[in-house]
C-alpha cells in the first residue's frame, strides 16, 4: 500500500528499528498523539474556510480507493457549502485530475509519524477515507496512518470520521492502539459486520456504506467507443475479468533486507516499495498459481461455452503481473485496460457493459453493480462476502483458494438467473445509495456536535437532502 512505495520514506528512521519496525512505528505515533492531546487547540474560527485532511489512499492508481475520495469530496461539498477546503495525503504519482484540482496534496516526505499528527493538527477535521481502514489484512503501516490522523485529531479537540469505513481483524499492535486512541471518533461503517467489530472494539460506530455508490460513470457510448477501439466486437458479450494477488499480503517493512536490495543481494519476497515487502513464500506461490490457472480456465471455459469475448481489467498498477499471468493462459488473448491508462469513468463504464464480470476486485463490483449484469466474486477475504451476502448473492461469491476453483466459477456462472440477479443487484444499489445518504446525516451531526457554531446549509429532513445529484442510472434504480 503506497505511501509505503515513496523512495522519499525508505530511510525513516523509525521504520529502519530493529527488531520490530511496526512496533516502533506504532511507539512513535503513541507518544506523538500523547503530546498532540496536550496541545492546546484553536479550532475552526468564523470567517474562513473548514480545513479537512483526508487521510486513505489516495495517488496509488487504484480505482476503487480514487472513486471512493472523488464521491466523499463530492458529498462533503454538498453538505457543508462552499466555506470547506480539503487535503489529501497523497500515496502515489497517479493522482486523477479531479482529486488534484479539489485538494491540496500533502506527501510524506519525512518520518511518517511525525507528517501523518502534523497533518492532522495543521487542519480542523480529519476524515479517514480509504475502504480497507482498521484492518491488518494488507498493511498495518497503511492501517496506522489513518488510524494515527484519526487519533491525532479526537486527541486534539477536532473533528475526527471514518467515512464508509471496513473494519476487520487486526493484529494486536494495531488493536491495541485503536482501542486506545480511536474511541472518541466516529466511525461510519460500510456493512453490518462492521459496524458490530467495532462496537466491540469499544468504538463509536454507526451503519454507512461506501461512497463509491454515486459514482459517476462515462457514457455507455464512450465505453463502447473504448471497446471497439480495443478491437472488439461491441455487438458481442464482453466477459470482464479482474485478477489480482491475493496471497502475497501484508505488506510489512524489512530494513534489512531494504539495505540488502540496495546492495543488489536480495532475495526472497517481492519488494513493494521503499523497504516495505510483501509477505510470500513457495506455499503462496503456489497458491497464487492455482487461483490463476483456474481463472484461466472457468475463462476459456466460458468465453467458449457462452460466446463471450474476455477482456482484463487492472484496477490498479499493482495487479499488473496478476493481468498478464492470466493473460498468456487465456487461449483467446484479451486487452487490458486500467485506470492508469484510461479515465476512472471510462473504466466504471467498461465494467457496466461487460455482460459478466469475475472479480477479485471490491469497487470493480461496486462499479459494474447498477448495470445488473451478473458478477462473481473471488476473493480470500472478507470484504466481497460482506458485499455479495448482503444482497442475497451468497452463490455468487468463491473463495480464492478453492481447490476446484474453475468448475465452481464454471458451473455459477451456467446456473445464474440474469433476471433474478439483475433485480438482486438493483436492490442492492438501492439500499446502499440510501445509506449513503443516511451516512451523510450521520456526518452533519457529528459537524454540529463537534463545531457548533460552523454554518451549515439548510436541507430538508430526508436522505435525499444530503446527497449531491445522483447521476442518472442510479437515479433511474431508485425510481424502480
Known sequence: MSPLSNDAVRDVPVLRA?????????????????????????????????????????????????????????????????????????????????????????????????????????????????????KSSFSNVLSGIMAGALGAGVASGRLSVGYGAEVAWMEPVLEGFVRKWLPGSLLLCRNGESTAAATKLGLRAVLGADTAW??????????????????????????????????????????????????????????????????????????????????????????KEQGYSPLIVAMEPIDATACEDLNLRLDRPAQIVSGHTHAIGVVV???????????????????????????IGVATDERIANLLSSCGAGGALIGADAPDLADRIITTARAIDREQFKHAMWQLVSTQVVQCGKMAIEFTNEVRRCIPEFPLPERGRGWEAHLPPLPRPIQDILKR
Open 349 to 375: 463504464a467498461i465494467l457496466r457493459e461487460a455482460g459478466l464480470l469475475i472479480s477479485s476486485r471490491f469497487h470493480a463490483l461496486v462499479a459494474a453493480a447498477p448495470a445488473g449484469k451478473p458478477l
Open 18 to 134: 530493529e527488531p520490530d519496525p511496526e512496533e516502533v512505528f506504532f511507539d512513535h505515533l503513541d507518544g506523538l498523539i500523547h503530546d498532540a492531546a496536550a496541545r492546546p487547540t484553536s479550532g475552526w474560527k468564523p470567517g474562513r474556510a473548514l480545513q479537512i485532511l483526508l487521510a486513505g489512499y489516495v495517488g496509488a492508481g487504484n480505482v476503487g480507493a480514487d472513486m471512493r475520495t472523488i464521491e466523499m469530496i463530492r458529498q462533503l461539498r454538498h453538505l457543508l457549502g462552499t466555506n470547506v477546503a480539503f487535503a489529501t495525503i497523497l500515496n502515489g504519482p497517479h493522482t486523477p485530475p479531479y482529486l488534484a484540482s479539489q485538494a491540496k496534496l500533502l506527501t510524506l516526505d519525512g518520518p511518517i509519524p511525525r507528517s501523518v499528527v502534523d497533518f492532522a493538527l495543521a487542519h480542523d477535521a480529519v476524515v479517514a477515507c480509504e475502504g480497507s481502514m482498521l
Open 214 to 303: 454515486t459514482c459517476q460513470a462515462a457514457s455507455p457510448e464512450q465505453a463502447r467507443s473504448r471497446l471497439g477501439a480495443l478491437g472488439y466486437d461491441t455487438a458481442s458479450p464482453v466477459l470482464a475479468v479482474c485478477p489480482v494477488n491475493p496471497f502475497w499480503w501484508p505488506v510489512r517493512p524489512n530494513p534489512r533486507r531494504a539495505g540488502a536490495a540496495r546492495d543488489g543481494s536480495s532475495a526472497g519476497a517481492p519488494r513493494y516499495g521503499g523497504m516495505f515487502f510483501h509477505t510470500y513464500d513457495d506455499a503462496r506461490k503456489r497458491k497464487y498459481t492455482a487461483y490463476i490457472e483456474g481463472l484461466a480456465r472457468a475463462v476459456n471455459r466460458i468465453a
